[in-house]
């Protein structure tokens, strides 16, 4: 699905509320969408792919924790792709899963990215229209989990 189309959806977020849609947060960074509580705290970045390239999709994890950590938050990566054969919502997780690993090993302490997510875009469409908030536990039944640490490989 195209950025605009992504960022026109009804997104379901309950009490949250849209803090960005494709606005530069930081220097060189323009999630697709930031979604805040009621009291500024980063609880989602969401950004929509729908290229097949590979490195496009680490960028957009080391941008979100990069982010993240100079901010000293904790939020849920999001990421919403058009799906191919040769690109499925599982081999992106497991292609992300040992640079989050990685990273976080180098960090000592963990990702500052609370957990990240893949997501189809058609998946996504259907949890909106199923009316599942980002943190509910149906919407989490239709991602794909990223692994980000060796434990939980």
């Known amino acids: 699905m195209k950025d605009l189309e992504f960022k026109a959806l009804p997104h ?33 970045i969401m950004e929509s792919e729908q290229k097949t390239d ?7 994890f080391i941008k979100a924790e990069k982010y993240s950590e100079d901010r000293q938050e904790s939020p849920i990566l999001i990421v919403v792709m058009q799906c191919f054969d040769n690109t499925t919502e599982q081999q992106i997780a497991n292609h992300i899963s040992p640079y989050a690993c990685w990273l ?7 990702l500052n990215l609370k957990e990240i997510f893949v997501i189809s875009d058609e998946k996504y ?7 599942e908030l980002l943190d509910s536990q149906a919407f989490r039944e239709r991602v794909v989990r990223v692994q980000t640490a060796a434990t939980d490989l």
């Open 125 to 131: 469409k259907c949890s909106v229209d199923a009316d």
């Open 54 to 60: 590979r490195k496009a999709f680490l960028g957009t």
């Open 12 to 44: 379901r977020i309950g009490d949250l509320i849209i803090s960005s849609k494709g606005e530069a947060i930081a220097h060189g960074y323009k999630p697709d969408i930031t979604i805040r509580d009621t009291h500024g705290k980063l609880r989602f």
């Open 104 to 110: 976080g090993k180098l960090k000592n302490k963990g």
